[in-house]
């Protein structure tokens, strides 16, 4: 059974920089998603099969990167210039369309979560 984890997250000031990681699976896609209290669940970033495609939440572009090792089958999310509005809970989730997607119901798997607080 494939499980997924969420690593790397925590509080940081405005303007401050996090990086996420997640296991990745070989031949998947890999997605991030996050989930602020009283709102959906929503996309952030999404990473093809074997990595050659991104796309992005038009919120985060240009602030977060995704990227994924094939080697060490990790992917991560490096989150810069962080905002007070980018503090959720943020999800990596698996995907059999191995193009990328940014829809939810396009990924199988998901792990627990990592709260990212950012502080004013």
């Known amino acids: 059974q494939v499980q997924l984890a969420e690593s790397g997250g925590g509080l940081v000031q405005a303007g401050g920089s996090l990086k996420l990681s997640c296991a990745a699976s070989?031949?998947?896609?890999m997605g991030w998603f996050r989930q602020a209290p009283g709102n959906e669940r929503e996309f952030v970033a999404s990473?093809?099969?074997?990595?050659?495609?991104?796309y992005y939440a038009a919120s985060v572009k240009g602030r977060f990167t995704i990227s994924r090792d094939n080697v060490k089958n990790t992917m991560y999310l490096q989150m810069d210039s962080l905002k007070p509005e980018d503090t959720a809970v943020y999800y990596c989730?698996?995907?059999?369309?191995?193009?990328?997607?940014?829809?939810?119901?396009?990924?199988?798997?998901w792990g627990q979560g990592t709260q990212v607080t950012v502080a004013s």
């Open positions: 989730a698996r995907s059999g369309v191995q193009s990328g997607s940014t829809l939810a119901h396009e990924y199988d798997i």
């Open positions: 990473i093809s099969w074997p990595g050659i495609r991104t």
């Open positions: 070989s031949f998947y896609s």
